[in-house]
């Protein structure tokens, strides 16, 4: 069989990914970037396209598959899937450790510690090693199927990375969201109007509840796993060594567990466990104490719920109690009004308290919250600060009721509630604080990346009056600028330039940089490539929007709005008037790189291989993971390895950095560009 057998091909690419995604998961080494690893993917697709025949419900392509569910089917668990007696009293745990030497008094054994993840149970099952079912616990019995949405989730293997696997496993584990995922989450359901989540459990409950896994795929959900269900094909003398053979498998496990043979041990090691409570990435509410010995299970027995050779030491959640001085209001990039409880700051899990997000009015009046109250804060999701609730025994009489304001605070403006939503917004798309957010959303990275232009200085540019939205900024004289604080002369130089150069990114970063609601970075994408151009974009409506796959009707509809508002078109022709790229490279900009395809390996200097890319596709070329025949050039930067070494043995043409430069033109001024960017950019 020779590399050009497309059977051969899909198969080694499906390896050679999910390879990848084990060194990035699993062993957190990863080998390559995003933009590879996208390159390797859309290579399988392409390939796996061309040849239906070769389709696997295995395969990496095939995460995000099917049309939405009317509801999930009802499961029997092949074995019930139980949960854990808790205790918050270390007492407790002695007795659970005289209980059992009570019962196997000959046995010598140790005990297994792990963290305790608050997420949602889950059970999978493999068959010869293909993930065939996932389903919830339900009520131990019977749980919801709810496979095509955990098939989204990147860390969990559709297939089991073992030659000989098992005929049946099934592994059970907590999903959980990450406390960073869910920050973020909340922050955009918040800018949408939309109600927040009230903890990571709640919003990864919520988004395996989903009907469609295509808005599950956007949710950012993980799972660990710690404890099996069915077996058939395999056994384990020990917890840690199934652990172990879950982890060889590509199935994420705990970070960390200890080991020891008396439960005292134990308790001082959840003293330790608790100390790194906020180390974790997700909401470890506790630590899980197991036998290790397997073998002594069936011995050690079960209760109607809970085995008796494990059990759940839960740590107190952390609140403190404090006075909500006062109500104020923060206005969003959308527009959206959220109240912030202003508090008597409050030592909370490590850091001085002083603000609380409130979310919106409804939840105000849900929890009866009133100026001036003694009130309970706990950390969120670890990180943001909420108010549980009011202590009223201590009221005094002279608490006062909070209203949300009828004009925007920053403005003055009306403020609207639109249907469906439980945030109020400022109608002004001139508001101030929307401008800020706006201009800075523009600016970003992700964006436009105007260099230099942060925080900072979209404030003092805003509050000068210089400018009121993205299209102002090329208006923008040096002299002006010079003006404002901190602000040198070569630093004033650097940022029209920043801005001038900007009117070069390519259409979907303009589209991105717009802001429009719901549009995220990879929206942008498929619309840039979609439509090719603003126009075609701006005269399509939601029908053709909803045609598109991955495009679903929140998008479409937000687009749509976004168009007929007169406001956004006059922005929009003003940039367009100042010479901002509204069109895809490959429509009708330059694609002199057409045809062509290009690996890049090694780290370069003057730019990092993410940008070396994007130019080359703004160009027309292609750029994938791997080296094969028909690539065309390998772009060996430094340190190069095993790619560079393939691309020789192949005759495939070796370029150096500066003659990539060259390629790309003599008008880039690259050398200029942030330097240095080595390695990954994970
Ligand atoms: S073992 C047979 N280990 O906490 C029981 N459970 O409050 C298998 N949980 O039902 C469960 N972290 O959903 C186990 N390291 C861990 C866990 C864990 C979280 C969940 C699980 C369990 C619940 C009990």
Known sequence: ????????????????????????????????????????????????????????????TQRVGGAPLDRF????????????????????LVEFDRRIRRLIPEETFDYILEPKIDGVAISLRYEDGELVRAVTRGDGATGDDVTSNVRTINSIPLRLSDLMPPAVLEVRGEI?????????????????????????????????????????????LDAIFYATGQLDGIAFDTHEQMLQTLKGYGLRITPNYWLNDTIEEILDQLDALEALRHEFPFEMDGGVIKVNERRLYEDLGYTAKSPRWAVAYKYEPEQAETTLHAISIQVGRTGVLTP???????????????????????????????????????????IIPAVVNVVKEKRTGAETEFRMPTACPVCGSEVEKREGEVALRCINLQCPAQVKSWLTHFASRGAMDINGLGESLVEQL????????????????????????????????????????????????????????????????????????????????IQRLETIHDIGP??????????????????????????????????????????LTFVLTGSMESMSREEAGDKIQARGGKVSGSVSKKTSYLVAGESAGSKLAKAEKLGVTILSEEQLLALLGSDEKLKDQKAGQLGFEF
């Open 1 to 60: 069989m020779t590399t050009d057998d497309p059977k051969q091909r899909i198969m080694k690419l499906r390896t050679e990914i999910e390879r990848h995604n084990r060194l990035y998961y699993i062993d957190a080494a990863p080998e390559i970037t995003d933009r590879e690893y996208d390159a390797l993917l859309q290579s399988l697709d392409e390939l796996e396209k061309r040849f239906p025949e070769f389709a696997s419900a295995t395969s990496p």
């Open 73 to 92: 089917e009802n499961v029997q668990h092949a074995v019930p899937m139980m949960s854990l007696s808790n205790t918050y009293s270390k007492e407790e």
């Open 176 to 220: 959980y969201m990450d406390t960073a995922g869910f920050a973020k989450l909340n922050e955009e359901r918040q800018e949408a109007g939309q109600e927040p989540f009230a903890n990571p459990r709640n919003a990864c409950a919520g988004s395996l509840k989903l009907l469609d896994p295509r808005e599950v795929a956007k949710r950012p």
């Open 340 to 382: 912030v409880a202003e508090l008597e700051p409050v030592q909370l899990a490590g850091t001085t308290v002083k603000r609380a997000t409130l979310h919106n009015e409804d939840e105000i009046r849900r929890k009866d919250i009133k100026v001036g109250d003694r009130v309970i804060i706990e950390k969120a999701g670890e």
């Open 462 to 541: 805003v509050d000068g009056g210089l400018v009121k939205n993205p299209a102002e900024l090329y208006a923008l004289q040096k002299i002006e600028v010079l003006g404002l604080e901190r602000m040198g002369e070569k630093s004033a130089e650097n940022l029209i330039k920043g801005i001038e150069e900007s009117k070069k990114r390519p259409f979907e970063k303009v589209l991105f940089g717009l802001g429009i609601r719901h549009v995220g970075k990879g929206a942008a994408s498929i619309l840039a490539k979609e439509f090719k151009n603003i126009d075609a974009l701006m005269a399509a409506d």
């Open 554 to 595: 929140i998008v479409g509809k937000s687009v749509v709005e976004y168009f007929v508002s007169d406001q956004a078109r006059g922005v929009l022709n003003q940039l367009r008037e100042a010479g901002v790229n509204f069109e895809q490279a490959q429509a009708g900009g330059s694609n002199e790189l057409e045809g």
